[in-house]
């Protein structure tokens, strides 16, 4: 099976903009998380959803919002990018089934904001 | 709130030597507990998981951690470093239930000296 997938690796934005990120779970994964992942806050929970729908959201501010498709495949939206937004975002899918199911990670995104 | 804490941002062994990498952890209730690598440029792999039954928990290249409640510990230990473990390490933790949120600690910076 293929991995997760991020589109695209790099991206680079202006303050002020907005940008999307897209990510792709391995085939028959309905659960996708989103983390951000920043030298001096680690890696942070951003929210997950399942069937389309946000399931759990971390502490961050209303500027960052995602969605999910019906194929399972997810977006993250973050709009009027700060400097602070630049980060490695990270997408991790999680098989349906089973309570203790790992979630496996993409590759991330890179996103500086200048 | 769960909470995770590693100690030693930064480790250095000689290859050959034994790797301990250190987790504690902070839950009300015994929480399912991770381990992850990740290397440069790169997303997140999984190297174990405790979930329940057996305390010591093998994974994959070598690695294995052992759960201990009464010290809320989950240490990562190898008992002889090779080159390629040169990378970094994420210790976390999830609930138990369907949440899939992970809440990471700070990272550990292995490095293998020749």
């Known amino acids: 099976?293929?991995?997760?997938?991020?589109?695209?690796?790099?991206?680079?934005?202006?303050?002020?903009?907005?940008?999307?990120?897209?990510?792709?779970?391995?085939s028959g994964h309905?659960?996708?998380s989103w983390y951000q992942q920043t030298p001096g806050q680690g890696l942070q929970f951003l929210f997950e959803?399942?069937?389309?729908?946000?399931?759990?959201?971390?502490n961050f501010p209303g500027r960052f919002s995602g969605r999910q498709f019906s194929n399972s495949r997810s977006e993250m939206n973050v709009s009027t990018l700060e400097l602070g937004d630049s980060a490695l975002y990270l997408c991790a899918s999680s098989p349906q089934a089973g309570e203790i199911a790992e979630q496996y990670f993409g590759p991330g995104t890179r996103l500086t904001v200048t | 709130a769960q909470s995770v804490t590693q100690l030693g941002s930064h480790v250095?062994?000689?290859?050959?030597?034994?790797?301990?990498?250190r987790c504690n952890y902070s839950s009300s209730v015994p929480p399912y507990l991770f381990w992850y690598v990740q290397y440069p440029n790169q997303g997140l792999q999984l190297l174990l998981k405790y979930t329940t039954g057996a305390t010591?928990?093998?994974g994959i290249n070598g690695f294995e951690a052992e759960f201990?409640?009464?010290?809320?510990?989950?240490?990562?230990?190898?008992?002889s470093a090779h080159m390629s473990d040169a990378a970094e390490y994420f210790c976390a933790v999830r609930p138990s239930g369907s949440a899939r949120q992970l809440t990471f600690g700070s990272g550990t910076q292995l490095t293998v000296l020749p």
């Open chain 1, 49 to 58: 959803y399942f069937s389309e729908t946000q399931r759990n959201k971390g």
């Open chain 1, 1 to 26: 099976k293929a991995g997760v997938t991020q589109t695209p690796r790099y991206l680079i934005k202006t303050r002020g903009q907005q940008v999307t990120l897209s990510c792709s779970p391995i």
């Open chain 2, 68 to 79: 201990k409640k009464s010290e809320t510990s989950f240490h990562l230990t190898k008992p």
């Open chain 2, 56 to 58: 010591l928990v093998k």
């Open chain 1, 30 to 32: 309905r659960s996708v």
């Open chain 2, 12 to 21: 250095s062994v000689s290859e050959g030597a034994l790797v301990l990498l």
